[in-house]
Every structure is written in C-alpha cells, then in structure tokens.
C-alpha cells in the first residue's frame, strides 16, 4: 500500500458512524491525504461531520478501499454484512469495526475481508465534538484475524492502522474479549460504582466530594464516558466480564478480611505488588523493560510542568508518558515521567542542576 501522492489519485475510505471514534479516524486518514465519507444514523451528526469538516462528503462511497463500521457493537455486524454484501461496491473492499467486544461480531460477519478491530483510544470527551487526529497515536488497536480472513485485506488494514499511529495487538476474538474483560470493561462498571457510591454518601454529607482528591478522580475518570455504549458491551461480553468480576469480588472480600483482622502484613503486601505491578505498566510502547521512571516532587505552580518538559527538549529526550500525582496534604504533586532508560542519567542531571529533586527506576 502507498501513500497518497501529490497529484495522484486520493485514498478512499468510508467512516459508518461519525461519533468519537468514527471521527477520529476520519480526521486520521483526511490529514493523510485520504477522501473520507460518513454515514450516520442521526443526519444531524452527519451533517454536522461534514460542516466541520470531518468528512469530505456525506453519505456512502462506493469506491472506498475500507470501510470503519464505528456504530453501536449490536449493530456492527449487521452492518458490515450489508456492506459486504452489495453489489456495486467494489470487489476487494476490505471492512472492519471498532466494537469493544469482538467473538460475536466476527462470528455474525463471518467474511474473508471483515477484521474485527478495537482501538484501545478514547477520551472522557464524548461525541463529535471530541474528535480527534491524534487519537490513535501509542495506541494499541486489537485486529483479530481468523482462520478465513484474507491475508491480503489484513495486510491493508494493519497498514492504515498503523499509519494512523497505532500499534497492531494481534488476537483471537476469543482471547480479546476475555482480556479486556479484565483491562477495560471490569474497570469502568468498577469505577461507575464507586461514583455513585461517593455521591450517594454526598447526599448525607455534603462535604464528602469535597475530599475527593486525585486518586479519586483518577480512579473514577473513565466514569464520565459516554453511558450508551456500555449496555450492548456488558450484553455482548457477559461471561468474561462475570468471570472477571467474581475474581475482583473475591479479592476484595479478602482485603475486607484483612482490614478487619488487622492483618497489616497482608495489607501492606498487597499494596507492594499493586505498586510494583502499576509502576510497570508499559506506557505505549512495546518494550516497557527498555523504560525507566522518573519522580519528580514539584510545586503546585504555573510553569513548573512547562519547565521540566523543556529541559528534556533541550537534552533531546523524547517522554513517553507523564501523570501528575498532587498531594491532597499541600501545594505540591509528584511530577512522574516515563523516558527511554539510556537517557533516564541524563534528565535526572538536568532537573537537579535546576533545584528539583528526583528519583529514577528502570522498569522491568
């Protein structure tokens, strides 16, 4: 697959559902020098996509080379089936969706050049309006091939993929719904959970949001996504995200346990692994073991993050995550940065020579 060229005739792509993921991958391909068309349910939004220039034109494309089903995970089947399925559409066009759950829409789809796909991207922005470009970028997308796929179709589409910037995750349908189970879908019902427990317990006492400091609000982010997606996921992955949940459940009754014996021993070393488990998740890229950790204590002042970021400019060390950790105790956080680890010396020589203090861990 080539690149669009200068004077040469345009990619084409069609984008089913021009919501955040939908449109995000049509700014994608359109700043790559693709023709993108949408089509969406609500001609409102699909309208919308085109006046804000989102799409270059509204409706469907029969030339299109590929086509992202990004619709509701009930109907993505359905949906690339049909279009599949029609005649004046040309003979190698290669389809794939975007659904959080895979085994029954690869199953239902059932053709040589439909891949089931994920982008594991998103954003607590919700809607068009959210969409964007840079989505994509360190991103895993899961494709998950199966025995009747078209090497030819995946071999396309694991290239648009990866020139949107995102890292192919190859998996069985299976496989993948049983992981995210545990990574994605688990977390978020988790985390919609204690929302609603906090503000419940505000209803009592007013002042109970109030504490909610950064851990909080980190661990209950993913709560503020779009709701309506989640029905259809809960309906489509049931057993994997049941499996997981008993797990949780007996984990946590084991917790209680300990709490309630004061078993700090158990406590602590439960806490110990988490942190080492958590410090060692890899920060999008593929080789965490090559990473190392940088904290930094920082004050809770304008410029600070401004300052640090440009002493790795200048040193020309690239950052491949970085999270804010404030304190709940004081106008100061703990600065943390992910780096190359040939390059972790260097950064931690840099920020001390200008006052600050830092520690640096390989991850392993």
Not at 250 to 259: G, I
Request: charged residues 20%; negative net charge.
């Amino acid at each position: 697959m080539t690149s669009p060229t200068e004077g040469g005739p345009r990619r084409r792509a069609l984008v089913v559902g021009t919501g955040l993921i939908g449109g995000s991958i049509a700014l994608g391909l359109r700043r790559r020098g693709w023709h993108v068309s949408g089509l969406d349910s609500d001609e409102e939004r699909q309208h919308q996509a085109l006046e804000n220039g989102v799409i270059d034109a509204a409706g469907d494309d029969p030339e299109a080379e590929i086509v992202f089903v990004a619709t509701p995970a009930t109907s993505a089947a359905e949906v690339a089936r049909h279009v599949l399925g029609e005649k004046n559409r040309r003979d190698d066009v290669v389809v794939t969706d975007v659904s959080g759950v895979k085994t029954a829409i690869v199953a239902e789809a059932d053709h040589p050049r439909f891949i089931g796909g994920h982008p594991m991207a998103g954003s607590e922005q919700i809607g068009l309006h959210g969409a964007d470009p840079d989505l994509f970028e360190g991103a895993v997308w899961v494709l998950t091939p199966t025995a009747v796929t078209d090497l030819g179709a995946f071999d396309r589409l694991k290239g648009v993929v990866m020139s949107l910037g995102a890292d192919v995750l190859v998996l069985s349908p299976s496989d993948h719904d049983r992981l995210v189970a545990v990574v994605s879908h688990v977390p978020h019902l988790v985390a919609a959970t204690l929302m609603n427990a906090a503000s419940a317990g505000a209803e009592q006492d007013g002042t109970l949001l109030r504490l909610a400091a950064g851990g909080f609000r980190d661990m209950t982010r993913v709560a503020a996504g779009h709701p309506g997606i989640w029905p259809d996921i809960c309906a489509e992955n049931a057993s994997p995200i049941v499996d997981a949940l008993d797990a949780l459940l007996s984990d946590l009754s084991a917790m209680r346990d300990r709490v309630a014996t004061h078993d700090r021993a158990g406590v602590l070393g439960v806490l110990q692994k988490a942190s080492a488990a958590r410090r060692n998740l890899p920060a999008r890229v593929v080789r965490p073991e090559h990473l190392a950790e940088l904290r930094i204590p920082v004050p809770d002042r304008a410029g600070v993050l401004a300052e640090i970021t440009s002493l790795a400019a200048d040193a020309g060390i690239g950052i491949y995550d970085i999270e804010i950790a404030h304190s709940a105790e004081g106008p100061r956080g703990v600065l943390i940065l992910v780096v190359d680890g040939a390059d972790a010396g260097a950064l931690t020589a840099a920020v001390e020579v200008h006052g600050y203090r830092c520690r640096a861990e390989h991850l392993s």
